[in-house]
């Protein structure tokens, strides 16, 4: 490429329009991400009715088997990414998970659902610490939390589509014809559709753009796993927040899980009354509490490092008393309008926790401190979470029948309580462990 092909290709990456046209794709394929993630909880109703399965299976299905190699394999990939092209590293991601979700739809028992599940999750370990890393590289710091916040939008708006969308093709409201498998089918071959898209118009920035100059001399180095992880050795805060935002992240995964079953048994709502009730929740509360927390934390924060901490902290002490107030209510409509406020306040976390992970290492250690977090994180909430919501209904099924979701759900929400603790220790030292000086002459607004 010639310097003045590469100088043109620079301007354009830094111009505001096709900044935000980077991070609008970017949330599309999170959404896609979470779309063929989350399909499986309204689809559980249908899938267990035809293969008789057990809430603890059920669990096994939407935890242990996407989360097993969707965590481990995060690491190593996020390696590559912060060495190679990380748009190329997205499409084949997208391209791999969306098939796999497909092939769901072809699955005759648990077994090969279960390892088409396992598939969907190898994908999708190689969609999201890159996607953190190229946000970096294309916002300035004072943006980042804001930003990141917009990018995270497709968790809510990929979890109430997939919902929506898949509770419809499964009751066959397109077609007599269609079920839960055509469901899969069909949002899986659209992800494959979008991910050539995606390369075409997705270049690779340059990487600590727009971070001080000492951070762009380091980004040209290429650390190890290892120097990684002395670095984060040296940041307390990072642990904490991995930590904090694992527990909220054990009862966030669980509820987005559960709660379409939940509002069925309980409430005895059709397949298609539940994919509203739910989908409509997540997507306007899920909305509205993340990009709450990304504005705040980046108002708050740009004087005191220490409210990327404490915004969210605050938030995880106000959801428990209304999740226990939801899952009690007497009635469907008490319980939706209860939820809909813990819903946004247990999502506002990842707009400020992300842009942490994205400053307390150097611009060349984002895509593996991005990885190790989510390891952690996923395992601990996708892997354990789900899955221990199910076992636990299982082992009260036979006192509260089939209100044993009912209290499995108000058990777990008290782990909202140990995320806040852990949130306001990880303020006490964010300050101290934050890396550079915040921005260069170039990054503005």
């Not at 589509?161 to 898949?166: K, M, P, Q, Y």
């Not at 509002?263 to 739910?278: C, Y």
Request: glycine content about 10%.
């Amino acid at each position: 490429m010639t310097d003045k092909a590469t100088s043109a290709d620079s301007k354009q990456q830094d111009s505001s329009g096709y900044r935000y046209l980077v991070l609008f794709l970017l949330f599309v394929v999170y959404t896609f991400n979470f779309l063929d993630r989350q399909i499986i909880s309204i689809l559980a109703i249908p899938i267990k009715e035809e293969m008789g399965l057990s809430d603890a299976q059920l669990g096994l299905l939407g935890g242990i088997a996407f989360a097993a190699l969707y965590s481990t394999l995060g690491v190593p990939i996020a390696w590559l990414a912060d060495r190679w092209n990380r748009t190329w590293i997205m499409t084949i991601a997208l391209t791999f998970w969306s098939g796999f979700t497909a092939l769901s739809g072809l699955a005759q028992n648990f077994t090969q659902l279960f390892l088409a599940r396992m598939g969907v999750g190898i994908g999708e370990a190689g969609g999201v610490a890159p996607a953190y890393s190229l946000v970096a590289d294309y916002f300035p710091p004072k943006l980042r939390a804001r930003a990141l916040a917009v990018y995270s939008l497709g968790i809510p708006v990929g979890s109430a589509f997939g919902v929506v969308a898949g509770a419809h093709i499964a009751a066959g409201v397109f077609s007599e014809n269609f079920d839960w498998r055509t469901a899969f089918i069909i949002v899986g071959l659209a992800g494959v559709a979008i991910a050539p898209i995606f390369k075409l118009l997705v270049r690779e920035p340059k990487r600590g753009q727009h971070d001080s100059v000492s951070q762009q001399k380091a980004a040209e180095k290429k650390p190890s796993f290892g120097a990684v992880l002395k670095v984060l050795s040296k940041k307390p805060s990072f642990w904490f927040l991995v930590f904090g935002a694992s527990c909220a992240s054990m009862m966030g995964y669980g509820i987005f899980f559960w709660i379409p079953s939940f509002f069925a048994r309980s409430f005895g709502l059709t397949l298609l009354e539940t994919s509203w009730a739910f989908g409509g929740t997540i997507f306007a509360s899920g909305i509205l509490g993340i990009m709450a927390g990304g504005v705040l934390s980046d108002r708050l924060g740009e004087k005191n490092k220490a409210m990327y901490a404490i915004v969210p902290a605050i938030a995880f002490l106000a959801t428990t008393p209304f999740y226990v107030g939801a899952v009690m209510s007497p009635n469907v409509w008490m319980a939706i309008a209860l939820f809909f406020i813990p819903t946004g306040l247990g999502l506002a976390w990842l707009g400020p926790a992300l842009s942490c992970f994205q400053h307390l290492v150097p611009p060349n250690m984002r895509s593996v401190a991005s990885s190790i977090f989510l390891l952690i994180n996923n395992l601990i909430g996708i892997g354990v979470g789900v899955y221990v919501l199910g076992k636990l209904s299982t082992v009260l099924q036979p006192t509260f029948g089939d209100e044993s979701l009912r209290y499995s759900i108000l058990i777990g929400s008290v782990l909202y309580l140990v995320a806040a603790g852990l949130f306001f220790m990880a303020s006490k030292h964010l300050n101290k462990d934050w890396e550079g000086d915040g921005q260069t002459e170039s990054a503005d607004a």
